[in-house]
């Protein structure tokens, strides 16, 4: 059940306030004894709650007198303060990751074989996602068939504002696309891909024939391949990341010669 400790009002601060809400307006003795609350408190309480804009006081009268404000003023001014500390908690938390991200980057690349896989769609996406941000030098997508990844709806558009991201910071994303996909996808994932991407510099999509499957090659050295869905071709069953240096270079060529010989796609 709410109550007001739920937005930040320790128990004596609620009992104060609910006894003022059914006083009209009282004086510290009177609220000690209507409250429950000590009187050797009651002044702090109530200095805490005229602070936070909770109680207003006539200070000509003697003794003091105090009255509530509204309960919906009062609730919408607990929330704002709620608000508040949280913008500035997600803030200090954002400046700590920025303070570790250089100090945590691993100073030599990972030149081993290694790979993992994530087996569902949220789970296949949080990979996917990760994989992209933390890509530093280029991303070259390959997508011949209908996936999630490059719908802009959901996924297609995480993954979207994902590349986005990477393309303003200065890492080249290059798009290989089948003819088919392109026509099948329509105007409206091309107006969204034109809207974010298409002014950037290091962004282009091209179409080619012959392109199968869906794979990111990420940095040169690392493969993401999306496992579609046999019963359902337009989910994702799984996610694998395989990062082999070797292997990775020899897809990226492969690449190239086709990125060679594919046609800009027009917005």
Known sequence: MSSLNDLGLSDYE?????????AGSSTAKELSLTSEVPMGRVYDVLGSLEKNNLVRSQ?????????????ETALERLVDEKKRELREEMERYEDVADNLTEKLETTEPVSERFWTAAVGPDESLDLLLERLEASRESISMVSGDVSPQVDPDDVGG????????KVESGVPVRILASPTLIYRLGSEVRE????????????EIRTIEDVRGTFNVIDS???????????APNQVLAMIDLKDPEFAARVEAEFDERWENADAVEF
């Open 158 to 165: 995480l993954v979207l504002d994902r590349l986005a991201k």
């Open 59 to 71: 200070a000509a009268s003697r003794p003091k007198k105090y009255v509530a404000v509204e309960p």
């Open 14 to 22: 609620a009992r104060v306030y609910r006894a003022l809400l059914s």
């Open 192 to 203: 969204r891909y034109a809207d974010v991407l298409s002014n950037q510099p290091d962004f």
């Open 221 to 231: 050295v690392e493969i993401c391949v999306e496992v579609a869905n046999p019963l």
